[in-house]
């Protein structure tokens, strides 16, 4: 089985139900490997993916569903904190995973049979969108010494070009976390969170440009969400996100969002469909010299 992780586990610690997935198809696991690579087809297939699932979680309004599994996380968490913190957390998981079948069948579904996408604006096409990810790739954010704010400003400036809401937040100094807003039509209803990380060690980054392209061309269709849809880009992912997911869902900020779903970053699938969904834990370890990384494991299904 292959391994992986993602900040979803500062998300569950919440009750939330929250999932790593990637788009990418026909794509080789070559994570953090000096030869990973992604092709540029896969990368603006897995766009239109995007388009899809988005379309799909911001049109989804079984509110007493969403309330109720979270309720019951929660309160499932407070009763067992061994699942959540001990070597039985794999339980857990399992048990999250059984009661999220409607959300993991709407990913897989919509990920295997994407709608095409249809957009006259020169911004979304396969061109503009390429040299916008390329412009992205080439901002150094590798760590030990991610350029955090070259990355943010290229991340505003993509937010303002889309009419999205945005903040910059920097719980720890030199480590800004941002965050934009697509205001839903009924703010009532649980929010839907994109999430993906801007330090790399290095990888491709790709996920969090593929979520603001699919947004470029729903709005160019004229779609707009019923539920709130919001991303983040976080820091600090590849050495444990202390200083970032952490953050993030202790803040009275994460409070305000009523996130109800998270999707984060995943696994690519080597074969013609996707198939892989992670349920994928970062702990934080120390080496020799007092540097940290993470270790992962992750359920694939």
Same mark, same amino acid.
């Given at each position: ?6 900040? /979803? %586990? ?20 070559? /994570?953090?490997?000096?030869? *990973? ?5 896969? %990368?603006?297939?897995? @766009? ?7 379309? /799909? ?27 959540? %913190? ?6 857990? =998981? ?5 009661? #999220? ?11 295997? &049979? ?35 704010? *070259? ?42 969170? $994109?999430?993906?990380?801007?330090? @790399? ?7 969090? $440009?593929?979520? #603001? *392209? =699919? !947004?470029?061309? $729903? ?6 969400? !019923? ?22 869902? &202790? ?11 998270? #999707?984060?970053?995943? $696994? ?34």
């Amino acid at each position: 089985m292959p391994t992986g992780s993602t900040d /979803a %586990y500062f998300f569950r610690q919440q009750g939330l139900p929250a999932i790593g997935f990637s788009p990418m198809k026909n794509t080789p696991i070559l /994570a953090h490997d000096h030869n *990973e690579y992604l092709n540029q087809a896969e %990368y603006l297939k897995g @766009v239109d993916v995007y388009i899809s699932i988005i379309k /799909a979680c911001a049109s989804y309004t079984t509110k007493a569903e969403a309330e109720a599994l979270k309720d019951e996380l929660k309160m499932r968490m407070v009763k067992n904190p061994e699942l959540v %913190y001990g070597k039985d957390f794999q339980l857990l =998981a399992l048990f999250c995973l059984s009661r #999220l079948q409607f959300l993991l069948e709407l990913v897989i579904s919509v990920a295997n &049979n994407p709608s095409p996408s249809s957009s006259s604006s020169s911004s979304s096409s396969s061109a503009s969108i390429i040299s916008r990810f390329q412009e992205y790739l080439r901002i150094n954010t590798a760590q030990p010494n991610p350029n955090y704010y *070259e990355a943010a400003d290229f991340i505003l400036s993509q937010a303002k070009a889309l009419s999205l809401e945005s903040q910059t937040i920097e719980f720890v100094k030199n480590k800004p976390l941002i965050l934009l807003k697509w205001p839903g039509k009924d703010p009532s209803l649980p929010s839907v969170l $994109l999430n993906s990380h801007t330090d @790399v060690v290095p990888d491709t980054k790709c996920v969090g $440009l593929q979520h #603001l *392209e =699919a !947004i470029r061309k $729903l709005k160019d269709s004229g779609f707009e969400p !019923i539920r709130t849809m919001y991303v983040s880009f976080v820091p600090d992912k590849e050495i444990g996100g202390s200083d970032g997911a952490r953050m993030l869902v &202790n803040s009275d900020v994460f409070e305000q969002m009523n996130v109800g779903f998270v #999707l984060d970053e995943g $696994l690519p699938s080597p074969g013609g469909e996707v198939s892989c969904i992670s349920w994928g834990e970062v702990s934080v370890v120390l080496g020799d010299q007092g540097t940290r990384g993470t270790r992962a494991w992750s359920k694939v299904v």
